[in-house]
């Protein structure tokens, strides 16, 4: 019997029905609650409920797409602000290429080849030629000049004159094939902060018609020029200082305004690596009585005394002494070296070794001082005064400007 009861089977307690329904009941009760208290704060939040999201998306979607259009508006009118003023402008902006003889590499004859590149601004035009501006150090030198038009046609161009004070020189091209020129704006009324495009062929023709775009950064900036490479500047350059970017080969391209005129010719730029976007460019107001002036003569006419002069700065101060005699209270000024022959310093009474301390009344410190004076101020035919130092003692004298036959 043991055996028995041990492997029979023993019926189980019938189980409770109905005990899993309550559960049931309250998970539903609760979970409506819930979404009773939590679907106002979802639907206030613009949380999208699976039965809605087609309809919150669309909403959603209109609410995007007027965002977007706004903005695109905005910088659509930007955009074409900038490009309707470069479409304008850049048929009369060309590449110049400096073409000069060489020998060849068997020395046996010439040949020509590109010794640079640069960029020039179409600034007139008439029934026969068209009148390119440009840079002075980018036609210098120059055997033969080639004008690429905004369209890759090429022209040869005729050199009607060169300035290597103002860095200018002016072109003259066949103007057949030429329908656009820049119009001519004002340096004068610019402002710090302004914005500015420039326009030229960095690097060469392969970026011919290179767009920039920046602000005025500064007005009637000096920047020394060394003309001879001695280490001494010969010259002070007046500019406007952008930050466009100005590489090589924009030399001679165009500085324009928002209004499509052009305020200034592109210069030059401080390469070093610790300055980035420093360029320059050369003012308009002081560019065109020299463009003028180019285009008509050929030259620019500049009043000239007829010495070799060199800065005080560049003598020992021990030779001042010794050597010129200097009293203490000589600061400054310069110190002729020749006397060139029946010039105007010639029947003024100058000798060599004479030190000129002030020119027509204002007080001259190195040679760039009396050049800012004699080359700005005063014209050919002025009857000006010199105070000059000889032996230590101090004279004056009257002199009768000549021209410059440079």
Do not use: C
């Amino acid at each position: 019997m043991g055996y028995y009861d041990d492997h029979v089977k023993k019926p189980e307690p019938p189980k409770k029905r109905g005990n899993w329904i309550l559960p049931i009941i309250i998970g539903v009760v609760v979970g409506v609650l819930l979404m009773l208290v939590i679907y106002p704060s979802l639907s206030g939040n613009n949380v999208v409920l699976k039965e809605n999201e087609n309809d919150n998306t669309e909403e959603t979607r209109d609410d995007d797409d007027s965002s977007n259009k706004v903005e695109q508006q905005v910088s659509v009118e930007v955009s074409t602000q900038i490009t309707e003023i470069v479409e304008e402008v850049s048929p009369a902006v060309v590449g110049v290429t400096n073409i000069q003889r060489r020998a060849d590499f068997w020395q046996q004859g010439e040949t020509d080849s590109e010794a640079g590149t640069g960029s020039g601004v179409i600034y007139k035009k008439d029934d026969d030629y068209a009148y390119i501006v440009t840079n002075h150090h980018v036609v210098d030198k120059a055997d033969m000049i080639e004008i690429v038009l905004n369209d890759d046609t090429s022209l040869e161009a005729e050199l009607l004159g060169s300035d290597l004070f103002t860095d200018l020189a002016v072109l003259r091209v066949d103007g057949d094939n030429i329908d656009r020129t820049i119009e001519m704006g004002s340096s004068e009324s610019l402002k710090v902060g302004e914005p500015v495009i420039a326009i030229g062929n960095p690097l060469g023709h392969m970026f011919a018609g290179s767009v920039t775009q920046g602000i005025i950064s500064g007005k009637q900036r000096t920047i020394p020029q060394d003309f001879n490479q001695d280490g001494r500047p010969d010259w002070q350059a007046e500019v406007i200082q952008t930050d466009a970017a100005i590489n090589p080969g924009n030399s001679g391209g165009a500085l324009i305004n928002m209004k499509g005129q052009l305020i200034g010719i592109n210069s030059m730029k401080i390469s070093q690596m610790i300055a980035q976007g420093i360029g320059f460019a050369i003012p308009i107001d002081s560019a065109r009585p020299i463009i003028e002036e180019l285009e008509k003569n050929g030259k620019v006419t500049r009043p000239y005394l007829g010495v070799e002069i060199y800065s005080l700065d560049e003598v020992p101060k021990v030779e001042w002494k010794n050597t010129l005699k200097l009293p203490d209270s000589v600061e400054g000024g310069v110190y002729i070296w020749s006397v060139e022959p029946l010039s105007p310093a010639d029947e003024a009474g100058l000798e060599r070794l004479d030190v000129i301390t002030e020119l027509a009344g204002k007080p001259v410190l190195d040679i760039l001082d009396l050049r800012k004076i004699l080359y700005e101020e005063l014209e050919v035919g002025d009857k000006v005064d010199i105070v000059y130092y000889r032996d230590g003692e101090r004279h004056e004298t009257s002199v009768t400007l000549g021209e410059d036959k440079l």
